[in-house]
């Protein structure tokens, strides 16, 4: 369904609330929209047709109301596929992000998201294709690229580069390996 409203010329382009110095989510519905090249419409009570959101090169420290914004905002809020939340001080990745199951583009890079096990929160998400995470304290991470890949194998890109074939070679060698030391650990204290 979602092609076909795109294909009908129903969805516009992103809602764009970039380089707005917004703090929390409260402060989008404060903001107006940046204007494009396209025109966003909007619907029944003034809510915009759009899929995408941009809220890139902000101060946001959380995604504390994210739900309820983005909802007051779109037309069809079940239906957001890409979201951009760059350059921001995000501490971890919000599980707000994986109740929204057609997202297929998730921008995160440039916060401060300092653990790999935060990644394991958007294998809820089924649709996910391109993830960015770098510019985060975890790309310090042995085995960043790796377990990322391990743990979202359906990732077409990651960091803005296409995921090849042997980088899926490479993460399920990571996996096995990590996953046998897990068990090497456990025997031991045992």
Known sequence: ????????????????????????????????????????KRGEGGKLHSQALRLNN?????????????ANLLSDPSHLCWVDLSFNDLPNIDSVLTTYRHLSVLNLHGNSIRQLKEVDKLAALPNLKSLTLHGNP?????????????????????????????????????????????????????
Request: proline share 5%; with cysteine.
């Open 58 to 70: 902000n101060t946001l420290t959380d995604l504390r109301g994210f739900k309820e914004v983005v």
């Open 138 to 190: 975890i790309e310090a991470e042995k085995g960043y690229r790796s377990y990322i890949l391990s743990v979202l194998p359906q990732l077409k890109s990651f960091d803005f580069s296409a995921v090849t074939k042997q980088d899926r070679v490479s993460a399920d060698v990571w996996s096995r390996m990590n996953g046998k030391l897990k068990k090497v650990r456990r025997t031991k204290k045992d």
């Open 1 to 40: 369904m979602s092609k076909k409203i795109e294909n009908d010329g129903v969805m516009g382009p992103p809602v764009d609330l970039a380089f707005k110095c917004i703090n929390s989510m409260e402060d989008v519905l404060q903001e107006e929209p940046r204007e494009g090249l396209r025109p966003i």
